[in-house]
């Protein structure tokens, strides 16, 4: 679904410096980027180098925007290939990629597209995940009615105009957000059971299943009636799940692959951290950096000491999104 472009988000700000005679020459290019938010007024994709920028509206230095782009106003999720520096991006009715991310800008046209949801109803916006192990991207759909699924793709790194190989389809409202621990092999899914409460669905044995599955495990949210949060991000390494509130809080969950039942009884979270903004769009913890990323459509929340904060964080770097831009999705780039 192509939308028109919208006002660029920023301008690239080009620093001088003066020689002996008085004249200027313009800096450098910026080094390659490496935190990719999604904006989707503008139909844009805005990166920057810095991984840990200052308070104050985010500095960005690329934008992918135009008509070449295909991107339309539902980013509704990203996902890296970090190591050959190519972004999935998920939108409305397909999934676009686009390859050399770091130092992609302007009306560029994605390298491929990995598939295009067929029919007028439906959408990928229940998020999509990346294995780069096994080479599989999952992509969630939402489609009227309480069984949703999420299609599975081999061969990520090349499909082009794919089918999916697999589908995995299960009883639940509306799909937010997945994930995958590839370590484990476990696929979780955070949406609204059939009475609007939030659930994280945990699936055993991710990588083969196939066709109408039961979930191993449920972990019950009974005190959030209503559409949750986007949102959902598995640590593991850690065995470890962050899962973002209607309250503007993440529950942290250790041991994720055993955890089931109801958080208020026999599944409470293992530490809660509270956060300054409410209705987050997506969440993403750079573990090597132990820094999580809270996304809401006015900025990011960027919290240090990921695996430990709880409560209150004492320090929470505010970034705010330029004048006109809604912040969707985020990756970042190690």
């Known amino acids: 679904m192509l939308r028109a472009l919208a006002v660029p988000l920023v301008a690239l700000l080009v620093a001088s410096c003066g020689g002996g005679s008085g004249s200027v ?22 990166s920057s180098s810095n991984l840990n920028p200052s308070p104050g509206v985010l500095a960005v230095e690329r934008t992918i925007a135009g008509a070449n782009t295909q991107l339309d106003t539902n980013l509704f999720d990203f996902a890296l290939d970090a190591t050959n520096d190519r972004l999935y991006v998920a939108d409305l009715r397909s999934v676009l990629v686009f390859n050399n991310a770091s130092t992609l800008s302007g009306n560029a046209t994605p390298s491929r597209t990995v598939t295009t949801l067929p029919g007028p109803f439906g959408g990928f916006s ?48 509306s799909i937010s957000d997945i994930v995958v621990d590839t370590t484990r092999n476990i696929l979780y899914v955070y949406g609204t059971d059939a009475a609007g409460f939030a659930e994280v669905l945990s699936f055993d044995n991710a990588s083969t299943l196939t066709g109408a599955v039961v979930p191993n495990r449920t972990i019950n949210f009974p005190d959030s009636g209503g559409t949750g949060p986007i949102g959902l991000f598995v640590d593991a390494a850690s065995d470890r799940l962050y899962v ?52 809401d459509p006015a900025g990011i929340s960027i919290i240090a000491n990921a695996s430990t904060v709880s409560g209150t964080p004492t320090t ?19």
């Open 244 to 295: 973002p509130r209607n309250d503007g809080t993440i529950a942290v969950f250790n041991t994720a692959s055993t955890v089931t039942g109801n958080v208020t009884v026999n599944a409470l979270p293992s530490r809660t951290i509270n956060l300054p903004q409410p209705g987050y769009t997506a969440l993403l913890v750079d573990v090597s950096a132990n820094r999580l990323y809270a996304v």
């Open 316 to 334: 929470i770097t505010r970034v705010l999104a330029s004048n006109g831009a809604t912040f969707q999705a985020i990756a970042v780039k190690p």
């Open 25 to 46: 020459s313009p800096a450098p290019p910026a080094s390659g980027s490496r935190i990719f938010v999604g904006d989707t007024t503008n139909a844009a994709i805005a």
């Open 126 to 173: 229940g998020g999509i995940f990346l294995d780069t192990t096994r080479n599989m991207l999952y992509a969630a759909t939402n489609f009227i009615g309480t069984t949703q699924n999420v299609q599975v793709f081999d061969n990520a790194s090349t499909a082009s105009g794919a089918t999916a190989t697999r589908t995995i389809t299960f009883t639940i409202r």
